[in-house]
């Protein structure tokens, strides 16, 4: 029987790229979208063609009814779930503190921090029932523990909120069998970059980056294919960085 994935916004970047190669390591799929429907298809539909079963389901994770449904819907269709890739999230225009606003920063938390509990929480109910185990990987980011400031202090404060939390539901279901843990993308070519107002922010950057360069989405996704698998099967409530050494 194929393990059964939940990935939120899979239908671009980081969360499109750990659909594909989920799908190919045996995966069936269960993605989410917010707003470009047809690249969730279009990712699916890649996944269907690796041999995977795959769903998309449209899921705003800054609605707390949303994810209900969304998870109810997996119910529907999957009957189990084994892993959730916790991993839609969103940047804002580069700002200052100075000039942040309640409605930038309760779109922020909302979408980063607790839609991804909130998820999260929905898939330990399953896992717990289940009685099998499961791993979740929380996509965090360095900005964590860099703080970024004169960008998006904002964002990097949800990141470090989502590694604590992290560290805590590992702890907290780790007898369970579910482990935790978050995967810290430094700077990865997506089109975060550009809905932050700034296309050109990764390559920009990249002189600061150890190894020089920006990574991509797929190095990312072996990454969270590795944390989700039994090869990490002693990891729980851990932090890897993919990031060039930044
Ligand atoms: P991306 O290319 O912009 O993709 C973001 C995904 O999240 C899309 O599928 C988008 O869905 C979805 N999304 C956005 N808002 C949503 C909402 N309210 N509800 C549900 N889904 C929503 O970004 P990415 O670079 O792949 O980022 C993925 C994750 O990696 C994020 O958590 C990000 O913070 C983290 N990260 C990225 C980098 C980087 O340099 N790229 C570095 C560190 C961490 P639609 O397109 O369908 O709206």
Redesign the pocket.
């Known amino acids: 029987m194929r393990p059964v994935c939940v990935i ?9 790229a750990t659909a594909r190669l989920a799908a190919a390591r045996g995966y069936d799929l269960a993605l ?6 047809a ?2 298809e279009a990712v699916a539909a890649d996944a269907r063609k690796a041999g995977a079963r795959a769903e998309i389901y449209r ?4 609605k707390p009814g ?1 994810i209900e449904a969304l998870f109810t819907a997996v119910d529907r269709d999957f009957g189990r779930i084994d892993a959730l890739v916790n ?5 804002d225009m580069a700002a200052r503190v100075t000039d942040f606003t309640h409605d930038r920063l309760r779109r922020m938390f909302d ?2 921090v607790i ?1 991804a509990m909130l998820a999260a929480k929905e898939a330990v109910l399953r896992m717990q029932a289940q009685g099998s185990g499961g791993s979740i990987v929380n ?5 964590a523990r860099l703080g970024s400031a004169n960008e998006f202090v904002d ?1 990097a404060a949800s ?1 470090a909120a989502i590694d604590t939390f992290t560290k805590g539901l590992a702890n907290e279901v780790a007898t369970d069998g579910i482990r935790v843990n978050s995967l ?10 550009a ?1 932050g107002g700034e296309p050109d922010r ?1 390559e920009r950057l990249a002189v600061n980056v150890p190894m020089k360069r ?1 990574g991509t ?1 797929d190095e ?1 996704a072996d990454a969270v294919l590795y944390l989700l698998s039994d090869q990490a099967s002693y990891v729980t409530g851990a932090f890897l960085d993919v990031s060039g050494g930044r």
Do not use: W
């Open positions: 939120t916004g899979a239908s671009g970047g980081i969360g499109a989410s979208y917010n707003g470009n429907k690249a969730a899921a705003d994770v800054a949303d991993n839609a999230g969103v940047v979408i980063n839609g996509i965090s980011s360095v900005a964002y990141k810290r993308p430094g700077l990865i070519e997506t089109e975060i970059h809905k990764a920006v989405a990312v």
